[in-house]
C-alpha cells in the first residue's frame, strides 16, 4: 500500500513546488526541534527571517541572486532534527499495519515510480545541505541514499535499519560571477542501488559526521536483504535543515523529461529573478 499504488504516472511528477498555495505541500510533514532557532516556514526569497523568540537571524546569501518567489525556508542550529519530510519509509508502515496503526496518522509510502529526482535549493550562508530519499527495489528491499555537501568520501551502512548510502553532495562554488546561489540538483536513482554493495563501510574514525545512530555492531544483515534488484519506487523524500527549497519533482529521464515538455512547462522550471531592490 503507498500513496500512488495503482495509479497511472505522467512521466513529470511535482512533490513540492513553493510557487502552489501553499507554498509547502500538504503531503510535506515539517520536524523541528527544541532550540531557539529552528524555523520552518514560507517567504519571499529577498527576505531575511528570524524564528519566533530567537535573536538570530538567518545566514543568507547577498541579495544577488534571488528569485522572485516565495519559497520553503529549513533552519536550525540542529539540522538532523528540522527537516521536511514526504511520505514515510515503508518498513516503517509494515510495522504500523501490524499493529493496526498504519490508519492513525494517514501517512504512506510515496509509491513513485520514477526514476531521477530533481531539486532545486538554496544554502543559507555557507551551513551545508542534505537531503534524503528512500528506495525500494523490486523484492521490496528497502535502502536510504542520503547526500550531503559536508560529506567527503561515499559509505555505506549495511547493518543500520533500514540500510544507509551516503553520498557527497557537490555544490558549484559561489564566485563574484555567479549568478544566482539556487541550485539544480538531478539525481538518477536507479544506479545507486548497486551501491549498497560495492561502497566501502565507514571507519569508525572518520570525521565527516556519517550516521550510525542506528548500527548495531551485534547484528549482521545478510548480503541478500540489502537492495540489489531493479529500482521500483521512492518510499520518501527528506530535507534536512539549513537551505531554502523551491522545488522538488520526480521525471522519468530528468533534465530531458522537462526539455521535452511544452514551453509552459520549461519556463515553469526556471529560476526568476527578484528586483535588485531585495
Known amino acids: 500500500m503507498s500513496l500512488l499504488s495503482g495509479s497511472t504516472q505522467a512521466p ?115 551551513r551545508h545541505v542534505s537531503f534524503e530519499i528512500g528506495i525500494v527495489d523490486n523484492r521490496g528491499r528497502e535502502g536510504i541514499v542520503r547526500l550531503s555537501s559536508f560529506k567527503k568520501n561515499p559509505t555505506v551502512h549495511p547493518h543500520r535499519s533500514p540500510p544507509l548510502i551516503h553520498l557527497p553532495l557537490q555544490l558549484p562554488q559561489q564566485t563574484p560571477s555567479t549568478l544566482t546561489p539556487w541550485v539544480h540538483i538531478p539525481v538518477s536513482l536507479a544506479p545507486l542501488i548497486q551501491l549498497f554493495h560495492s561502497l566501502p563501510r565507514p571507519q569508525r574514525h572518520a570525521l565527516d559526521n556519517d550516521d550510525d545512530e542506528h ?31 523551491r522545488r522538488i519533482w520526480f521525471s522519468a529521464d530528468g533534465e530531458r523529461t522537462i526539455q521535452g515538455m511544452g514551453k509552459g512547462v520549461r519556463d515553469e522550471w526556471e529560476l526568476y529573478a527578484a528586483d535588485e531592490m531585495a
Do not use: M
Not at 548495531?216 to 527549497?245: H, I, M, Q, T, W
Open 12 to 126: 513529470l511528477l511535482s512533490l513540492l513546488s513553493s510557487t502552489s498555495s501553499p507554498s509547502l505541500s500538504p503531503l510535506f510533514q515539517p520536524v523541528t526541534d527544541d532550540s531557539k532557532d529552528s524555523y520552518i516556514a514560507s517567504l519571499p526569497d529577498p527576505s531575511t527571517a528570524q524564528a519566533p523568540g530567537s535573536s538570530r537571524s538567518v545566514p543568507h546569501a547577498r541579495p544577488k541572486g534571488c528569485i522572485l518567489h516565495d519559497v520553503v525556508h529549513i533552519q536550525s542550529s540542529n539540522p538532523r532534527q528540522t527537516y521536511i519530510q514526504a511520505g514515510c519509509l515503508l518498513s516503517e508502515y509494515r510495522k504500523r499495519l501490524e499493529k493496526g496503526k498504519a490508519r492513525d496518522d494517514g501517512v504512506l509510502p510515496l509509491g513513485i515510480e520514477l526514476p531521477w529526482i530533481g531539486l532545486q535549493v538554496k544554502r543559507l550562508g555557507r
Open 215 to 245: 548500527e548495531d555492531s551485534r547484528k549482521r544483515r545478510k548480503v541478500a536483504e540489502l537492495p540489489s534488484g531493479p529500482f521500483a519506487s521512492v518510499s520518501y523524500v527528506r530535507v534536512y535543515a539549513n537551505c531554502r527549497v
